[in-house]
């Protein structure tokens, strides 16, 4: 018999496909808005400025002071530019952390965003922010930062460093696996979940050998897509937790933590749920989920060992601390040596055991 659920989709427009950053305009017509400011990351300015330029009229100026983890000294300047420059919407072009400064600044003036996600992290379809402020990482789930419309053109990811996309790429399959887990999932996150992973899963090979492959950065985009979807769908749990204490405490690197971690909590949760990762061991083709993962990781050449970000062991015990203090809903409840058994595993890069 089935399992209950409930489904609500919430979905921007989505305009996916090779060229399609030349569309951006039609679709700024379509949002009823003429005067954008693009953003951008100082190492994207270059592309933000050959869009305005595209754009013309369309827009009335560039910030190109994005910077990862959303600190609200950026988004006060930018809102300040914003508000010179008499902008109406925004165009957010990059990954997450470009698109995490637009959200910021819908959150306090409600303005449209048009997002041109040129990563694999998957924010440009959620409805949640995370914000630092004196140091602290919070985070807020609310409509009014979801963007209303997102260009994917995988022609722009092909700039993407080979190891960032392994690890942004393994960041997606995270929130996909998670979401086969959730408390609230449905049979449409969880449809979304594995064919993202499968997606990726066949994209991530082939980019690490030819890393403009147009057929594989375009599966990836579309992977990735999903996994977004899936993220900003259903709630996540131990495996976010972590990367979240990990990247907000320690300030470890936001995709590679995810890569590192995500056989390690895997293996900890699919001792209690192995049927609902059975799907994930099955598309690895290895004894479980979490020994598939590491394999695949390691194929990829994405990194496996925390000590390498430069974590120490004594950060594990204050780490497991830290996420056991508030902890996510977890199907398998959060034990303390068990929790600090599985980071020292990731700490060494050690392969997770079988089920
Ligand atoms: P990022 O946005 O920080 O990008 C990393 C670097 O790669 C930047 O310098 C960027 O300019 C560059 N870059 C991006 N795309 C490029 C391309 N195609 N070619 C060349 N360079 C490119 O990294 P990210 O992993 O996408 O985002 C991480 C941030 O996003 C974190 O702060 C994380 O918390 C947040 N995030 C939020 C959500 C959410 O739903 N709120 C989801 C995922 C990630």
Redesign the pocket.
Known sequence: MRESFIYKGTIPRIVFGAGTITRVADELNNLGRHKALILS?P??EADARTLANRLGTLCVGVFSGAV???PVEVTLQALQVFADTRADCIISL?????I?LGKAIAYKNNADQLVVA??Y???EV?P???QTEAGIKTTVRDLSVLPETVVYDPE??Y??PVN?TMT?GL?AIAHAVEGLYAQDRNPISSMMAMDGIAALHRALPAIAGDHQNPAARSDALYGSWLCGVV?GNVGMALHHKMCHTL?GSFDLP??ETHAILLPHTVAYTEATVPHLLEPVAALMGSESAATGLFDFARTIGAPSKLQDLGLTVRDLDKATEIALRNPYWNPRPLETVAIREMLQKAFEGARPRQR
């Open positions: 990351t190492n994207q990862m983890h959303t990059g990954g997450g952390s470009t995490g040129t990563t992290a998957g924010s959620t949640i922010l995370g722009l990811t700039s993407l960032m942004s960041n993220l990247g936001h995709a």
